[in-house]
């Protein structure tokens, strides 16, 4: 069974950057569409970005686009999620998805097939 992990999360001061990574120990990911959502307390789910299994196909949320790059190292079996300029506003517990198919999209994210657990992203001077 697919198993993702995700990893880069942490406390980071508003303007900063992180990047988060999404792998799968074992499995190779060029099958899968991978999508990065986020849930902060109190909230809905939220997709934020996407990226196709040949990374020629990427996808924003609104509230993100621009500050949020989505990538992937198919070589490396990992995606990755590289995010400027964070905001209050982007503190949440980050997940990454993957989807037996050549492009998920965020509009439907119960489609995905695998989950990981989960890396927190506080954003907070």
């Known amino acids: 069974q697919l198993q993702l992990v995700e990893s880069g999360g942490g406390l980071v001061q508003p303007g900063g950057s992180l990047r988060l990574s999404c792998a799968a120990p074992?499995?190779?990911?060029?099958?899968?569409?991978i999508g990065w959502f986020r849930q902060a307390p109190g909230k809905e789910r939220e997709g934020v970005s996407c990226?196709?299994?040949?990374?020629?196909?990427?996808a924003y949320a609104d509230s993100v686009r621009g500050r949020f790059t989505i990538s992937r190292d198919n070589a490396k079996n990992t995606v990755y999620l590289h995010m400027n300029s964070l905001k209050p506003e982007d503190t949440a517990v980050y997940y990454c998805?993957?989807?037996?198919?050549?492009?998920?999209?965020?509009?439907?994210?119960?489609?995905?097939?695998?989950w990981g657990q989960g890396t927190q992203v506080t954003v907070s001077s």
């Open positions: 998805a993957a989807e037996i198919s050549v492009w998920g999209g965020l509009a439907y994210p119960d489609e995905y097939d695998y």
């Open positions: 074992g499995f190779t990911l060029d099958n899968y569409s």
């Open positions: 990226i196709s299994t040949s990374g020629g196909s990427t």
